[in-house]
């Protein structure tokens, strides 16, 4: 089974409410500062929002932040926020408001080399004993333990 | 069979749907073949079924291929329970 560990950096915990164009830049913070993206990714994950919907939203309460390669991805990486506070999204289609807490921001080089990543990712989001864990979790260690120890 | 798994890129989430219908079609022993595009690509693309979240799904009715959104696309067991939908009615 194949395994991606989150660099301790690419972790965090945020207590602030904040609005979801700030929760977007801040998940993809780590990221940026780690050289894996541009800032110009995170104004395209906003703008394809604004376009698409909210479809990052792919778990309750779990948002996977994303744009394309070409969008400023300089090396694949991948970084989770937690917010305690909900961050509310605009409604689809069918009127109805979504938020989500935690936030796993991905940059992908192409569409097949970050498989592993989005298979531990996958794990994660299957596992609503993780999932629940990390809602409830306190802060930015404490998520820390709670990734590091949880088996795919 | 042919699956379509579809989100705005094609790469995140859908990639995401794919490996998990993957897993649970080798597993019910159901040959298929998924692919996962992005929204503007599944428009164009022939499929018997087509998974995919609510805001798309609601998009996406009304073709030939049987449309189902999909809450948690990690969850094995939603997957399942879409794909059972499908094979009971063809």
Redesign the interface.
Known sequence: MSDYQLDENCIQWFNEKVNWQEAIALSAAPLIKKGAVTKKYTEAMVE?INQ?????????NVA?P???PENGVKEAGVALTVFQQDVEFPA???G?EKQARVFIC?A?V??ES??NM??T??????NEELINSLLNSESQKEIQQLLYSSKN | MKVLCVCGMGFGSSLLLKMTADKVLKNKGVKADVEAVDFSTAQSVQADMILTNNEFASQLQGGRAFVKAIVNMASEQEVENAIDEFLSQN
């Open positions: 394809n698409l919907g909210p479809y990052i939203l792919i778990a309750p996977l994303h744009a394309r689809d289609s069918s109805e991905l992908a192409d569409s970050h498989l989005l298979q990712i996958s794990g994660w989001i299957d």
